[in-house]
């Protein structure tokens, strides 16, 4: 986690800080980022990002979070205002995802190095556990009416199954160098084979 010495810079110096440490992940991953590169950006010194942050690895995951955070809003509003069709938020997700030309590389260069940990975080934006608060909050917004679902762990687990087909459609799109049509065409497909078999009632 940042520092609280981060959290109380002046708003456009944290900005600065914050964009320069984007712009060297959209250049390269984690493994291979330089926070020489980020201090001359942002034009500080080595020893104020120590003040900020712990290592790159830190402010890594602090953007990272901060996207899970964005994303995991996101979600919440498209249940909330697809009348917590599960489905439909995803592939709404999904484009958000894509099509987010800002954070592309960033996200691009994530997904292709994908570890355990930064998979977790990615996860995080729609289950983490079955009993955890966010859980229980999207609970309380999926339409289960059409869910071939029983009880809140097959739930937690059928979410699991679409967070994995996200993933893996994300990472092809990347890795395959494939169009957003062409991404968003295979997804939907892959999603449509789940509704099928997830699903009581046909859509």
Do not use: W
């Not at 790159?56 to 996207?67: A, G, S, W």
């Not at 687990?157 to 957003?180: M, P, Y």
């Amino acid at each position: 986690m940042p520092k609280l010495t981060f959290y109380n810079l002046p708003v456009d110096k944290k900005q600065t800080l914050v964009a320069s440490a984007k712009k060297e992940f959209s250049r390269a991953p984690l493994s291979e980022a330089s926070i020489s590169n980020i201090i001359k950006s942002a034009g500080i010194s080595r020893g104020s990002f120590y003040q900020y942050f712990e290592d790159k690895e830190d402010v890594f995951f602090y953007l990272l979070n901060e996207q899970t955070k964005q994303r995991k809003s996101d979600f919440i509003l498209s249940l909330s205002k697809n009348n917590g069709d599960l489905f439909d938020s995803m592939i709404l997700l999904f484009t958000s995802v894509l099509k987010n030309e800002e954070d592309s590389n960033f996200l691009k260069n994530s997904f292709l190095n994908m570890t355990h940990k930064i998979e977790n975080s990615f996860a995080g934006m729609i289950s983490d556990s079955d009993r955890t608060e966010n859980f229980k909050r999207l609970n309380a917004l999926i339409n289960k009416d059409n869910l071939n679902v029983e009880n809140d762990k097959e739930l937690y687990h059928l979410l699991q199954i679409v967070i994995a087909v996200t993933f893996r459609s994300i990472v092809e799109k990347f890795s395959r160098d494939l169009s957003f049509e062409e991404a968003l065409s295979n997804y939907q497909m892959e999603i449509h084979l789940l509704k099928k078999g997830l699903c009581r009632n046909e859509y």
